[in-house]
């Protein structure tokens, strides 16, 4: 393992080479300040210079940056993908390394020569007192939401164009969705969801008077759903029988259609896996009319690449072929009918693993060109023959907000929500010009609910089936307008439908399978971080997400809901989520994990409210209770440049990052997946107003020549030595990280200068310094975490620390909160 970390000049020591490896400042997401307002830039550089001299990894490609300092993941294009583990330390001001790749580039240079200080966007949040965000302000336009004032609820979104409002329950699950406002134009409509006693979600009644209704077996998985008009007027119903390990093998759709000469369609499917539960062969029977039943069969090789798709239907078979490379990417395409090959395409990729150029072959050789931006993202396409090219443009979450072409026209502006309860961005307005007319608008709930091209009062539902899939849509007449009708892996079945995805973004909608955005210009999806393509089932860049170890086919970086569409879906283009998370009305959970930005920035703006009104933001959380800060690391003056890092939240997430001067001194501390090494800082910190100075033989107080007790502090020397990211974890920081104080076990510690008004060690002076003691002869870089806590629960009972009952609750956070950070 190579040890990598930036020194506190941002350059990268390698052993005792220095690289001249300097990280500009342009290139971040910096918060403003301001009463209200946090001002987010987004401006793009490339972010390292690498020296041609550089050995150690001469072939890297992409870096992946882990909260820091935490793993780096390496990824290496030829022969294959492999990961490589190594330590990085990086101070970025204002910026989440969680979600970005960055290139690098072979340059020897202090600075890349290539960087560019342009800004891409601005968008401005403001949020309440209580932190709660109140208005995202984008390039598109404006979005504003309310909460409830007792319970922080979100209870209403509104825009220049629609208002929204939501009502919840006793349990605080949602009960009403009020949509008052649509184009402009005042309406009524009013969705409301029930639940079972168990919480599984019960029924969903449409304005139109359209009931869905959900049952399940006693596991609590969906077996049913039907959608009726006034109790007995069926709509559509989808009943589905399980595997006992809980996967759909069999279902029976009735869709009611538009078309008067095939009112209804009965369509009987069966799924069957292999050993490792991916799908081989899904068998549609259609009742209505035998055209339309068809036969899918898969086959993959052993690490899950798709090499064969079989499709019979109407007496006629297509045979699709695939051939990869080491690195699992699709190289050539080659098209059978019965069994007289009619197109071959052949794929290229950047050394990113991102899809370059799709060619046909078989004919005249046209090309489809794929271009990315610095963050990967895919940015244009030019159709084949190069007659037309399609414009992309991302905000800083890497969500598309704009889309155009070359032929000429208006763009599509896309007013994203990401503060709403579907767990994770969704357009909510489409526009041609900023402050203009929507040409399409959308009304959120736990999922989206309706669509609005036009009339205002003329709104289009959406009727789903167990998967999630748009399969109907009705007008607040429950008049069904269109039906469609999908594979396993999301492409839409021509005939049976009403139209072809493609026609159905031109005329009808673009919210199709799993009620993702189908893009018919790419032929397809837009699931966030990436495109998805139903028709060979592949992403088209490489995953960012590792996947799970204990899941194989989650560590494969192209393939689809790990080659199981009928039981999973993946709507951040990431990883795979059950259907159960779809139709029992539970994502909340999946909004805790997919928006953490969200809560980032709700946290700084509370910081910034505190700053506006001159009011410390450590002090107000100790004021409040809600102190959850470990250390702090005093920094000597000649070190102003360097960042305060705030950690609220358990300590885990890294917050913003500020500049906190006082004269020539500036306080910093340092992260480490959530743990600090240096011990009590925070205490001197808060004894002295936060102001202190590290020399070489202790810590001082402002004003003050008397070092502070020897046991009570850390100087910047020690602090260097004691944080290696190979070492373990100091005890008493997990002690104090489970919240010992708000179990009883704290005691206020009034030992000395530096003690007064430090809620944060839960031990009196004394048995702190015996418990330090005693940790001092532990040797923590070859412990792993756990087993630091087990020793450091072992001595706090030797020494009688606190009662047996406290000391275990201790323990059981501790190791609660070890085990969520991986350990």
């Known amino acids: 393992m190579v040890s990598l970390r930036w020194d506190m000049k941002r350059r990268l020591p390698i052993g005792a080479q220095n690289l001249p490896m300097i990280l500009p400042r342009p290139f971040v997401r910096g918060e403003g300040r301001g009463e209200g ?10 972010l390292l210079a690498v020296s041609s001299s550089f050995s150690l990894l001469p072939s890297v490609q992409k870096i992946r940056v882990h909260p820091c300092p935490s793993v780096v993941k390496l990824r290496l294009p030829s022969p294959v993908w492999r990961f490589a583990t190594y330590w990085l330390i990086i101070s970025l001001l204002g910026s989440d390394p969680r979600l970005d790749f960055w290139t690098l580039h072979a340059q020897s ?11 891409v966007r601005l968008t401005y949040f403001a949020y309440d007192f209580d932190g709660h965000l109140t208005q995202i302000n984008s390039p598109e336009g404006v979005i504003n939401y309310g909460y409830d004032i007792a319970t922080g609820r979100h209870t209403s979104t509104c825009t220049a164009n629609s208002y929204v409002t939501y009502d919840y329950d006793q349990l605080g699950r949602l009960q009403h969705v009020n949509a008052l406002k649509r184009n402009g134009a005042a309406i009524n409509e009013t969705t409301t969801y029930s639940y079972d006693k168990v919480g599984n979600r019960q029924s969903v009644t449409l304005p139109s008077g359209i009931v869905t209704s959900y049952g399940y077996d006693s596991l609590n998985r969906l077996t049913g759903l039907t959608n009726l008009l006034g109790g007995t007027n069926l709509l559509s119903s989808y009943t589905y029988q399980l595997h006992p390990t809980g996967r759909r093998t069999n279902a029976v759709e009735v869709l009611k259609t538009e078309d008067s000469t095939s009112p209804w369609i009965t369509n009987h499917i069966t799924w069957q896996y292999d050993g490792m539960y991916r799908l081989v062969n899904e068998f549609s029977v259609s009742s209505t009319n035998s055209a339309w039943s068809y036969t899918n069969t898969f086959q993959y ?9 079989v499709h019979s239907q109407n007496g006629a078979t297509t045979a699709v072929t695939n051939l990869f490379n080491d690195n699992d990417q699709l190289l050539r395409e080659v098209t059978l009918s019965d069994g007289t090959p009619i197109e071959t395409n052949s794929y290229a990729y950047a050394s990113n693993g991102s899809l370059l150029a799709k060619t046909n072959i078989s004919s005249s050789s046209s090309t489809t060109l794929y271009a990315y931006d610095l963050k990967n993202k895919l940015s244009s396409v030019t159709a084949a023959g190069g007659s037309t090219t399609n414009f992309f443009l991302y905000n800083d979450s890497g969500i598309r907000v704009q889309s155009s072409s070359s032929s000429g026209g208006s763009p599509t502006l896309y007013l994203v929500d990401a503060n709403n309860r579907t767990g994770y961005a969704e357009v909510l307005e489409e526009l041609n010009t900023v402050g203009g007319a929507p040409i ?16 205002p009062t003329a709104p289009s539902y959406f009727l789903q089936d167990g998967h999630g899939n748009n399969r109907q849509l009705a007008g607040l007449d429950a008049t069904i307008s269109s039906h469609f009708n999908y594979d396993a892996y999301g492409s839409v079945q021509t005939g049976i439908s009403s139209s072809s995805a493609e026609d159905a973004v031109a005329n009808t909608t673009s919210k199709l399978y799993c009620g993702e955005q189908y893009d018919a210009n790419l032929h397809m999806y837009n699931l966030r971080a990436r495109y998805y393509n139903p028709a060979n ?18 560590l494969h970086k192209y393939t689809y809901a790990n080659s199981d569409p009928i039981n999973g879906i993946d709507p951040t283009g ?47 959380q100790i004021d409040s209770g809600q102190i959850n800060l470990h250390e702090f690391l005093l920094m000597p003056a000649d070190q102003q440049e360097e960042q305060l890092k705030w950690i609220y939240d358990n300590g885990v997430r890294q917050q913003q990052i500020e500049l906190a001067r006082a004269g020539n001194t500036i306080l910093a501390c340092n992260m480490a997946e959530g743990f600090f090494y240096a011990n009590d800082a925070v205490g001197l910190a808060l004894g002295f107003g936060g102001v202190m100075t590290v020399t070489d033989i202790g810590i001082l107080g402002q004003g003050s020549e008397d070092v502070v007790q020897l046991n009570e ?15 373990s974890i100091d005890g008493h920081e997990l002690w104090m990280f489970a919240n010992q104080k708000a179990i009883g076990a704290a005691t206020t510690r009034l030992g000395g200068a530096a003690s007064r008004n430090n809620p944060v060690i839960a031990l009196d002076h004394a048995m702190h310094v015996r418990v330090n003691a005693a940790q001092a002869a532990l040797n923590p870089a070859t412990m792993t975490p756990l087993e630091n806590i087990d020793a450091c629960a072992a001595i706090m009972r030797r020494l009688n620390a606190a009662s047996p009952e406290k000391i275990d609750a201790l323990q059981k956070l501790a190791i609660q909160h070890a085990k969520s950070l991986g350990y």
């Open 37 to 46: 307002n946090a001002l987010k830039i987004s401006v793009y550089q490339r």
């Open 574 to 620: 990431q990883f795979t989520v059950v259907e159960l998370l779809v139709v029992t009305g539970i994502l909340a959970i999946l909004g805790a994990i997919l928006l953490p930005a969200i809560a980032k920035a709700k946290q700084n703006a509370k910081n910034q409210r505190l700053r506006a009104l001159n009011k410390d933001p450590l002090q107000d």
């Open 537 to 554: 089932g592949r992403f088209n860049q490489l995953d960012t997400f590792e996947g799970f170890s204990d899941d194989p086919q989650s």
């Open 301 to 309: 090789d052993q690490v899950g690449n798709r090499f064969s798709k």
């Open 109 to 119: 240079c202090d600075l890349p020569s290539n960087s560019s200080t342009d800004t």
């Open 713 to 727: 502090i850390t100087t910047y020397a020690s602090f260097k030595a004691r944080s290696r990211l190979g070492d």
């Open 440 to 455: 399409a608008s959308y009304v959120m709930g736990d999922e989206v609910l309706a669509q609005c091209k036009g009339t």
